[in-house]
């Protein structure tokens, strides 16, 4: 089964002022797949209540995590309160299309140093690969990433 990034207790805090919101503050996680607006989106537990396409804030000074009321009222706690939280990243699988795939197959070596790739460099390859005008200019994306495979196989 799959490990969660994050399972830990944490205090329930609400910040100052009428109408302020109820959080949770986690640790900084360097390497979470953040959006422009420093969202990631997860699922997980808080307690026994369950989290279904969530998202959390990754921002400089920690993570935060939004309890709403409908969650409180569930878990019966409130500000003050430890809760247990459980937490998987619930971002989409990156899908590598099937022409690149015959390929890589074709050279296990080279497969097996494209999946080393951090998520972030295998999306912006793809992206780069598919982005391409004509199937021609695909085709020559794709011998050219294969090449740059081959050499950082050669440099290890």
């Given amino acids: 089964m799959e490990k969660p990034f994050f399972d830990d207790h ?22 979470l797949p953040k959006k422009k607006n420093s969202t990631v989106r997860v699922r997980g537990f808080i307690d026994s209540y ?15 995590l939004a309890v709403k009321a409908e969650i409180r009222k569930a878990i019966k706690k409130e500000e ?32 097996k140093r494209f999946e080393s790739y951090p998520e972030k460099a295998k999306k912006e390859t793809i992206d780069w ?19 740059k495979l081959e050499s950082e196989l050669g440099k290890k």
Avoid: Y
């Fill in 50 to 64: 369950e989290l279904k396409d969530f998202h959390i804030w990754a921002m400089k000074k920690g993570t935060f």
């Fill in 80 to 111: 003050g309160d430890t809760v247990k939280v459980t937490l998987w990243l619930d971002e989409p699988q990156m899908v590598i299309p099937e022409d690149f795939m015959v390929c890589l197959r074709d050279e296990p070596k080279l497969l």
């Fill in 10 to 31: 944490c205090k329930l805090e609400k910040s100052a002022g009428k109408g302020g919101w109820t959080f949770l503050t986690m640790p900084i996680f360097e390497n």
């Fill in 129 to 147: 690969i598919f982005s391409a005008k004509t199937e021609d200019d695909k085709i020559a994306r794709i011998a050219k990433t294969l090449e």
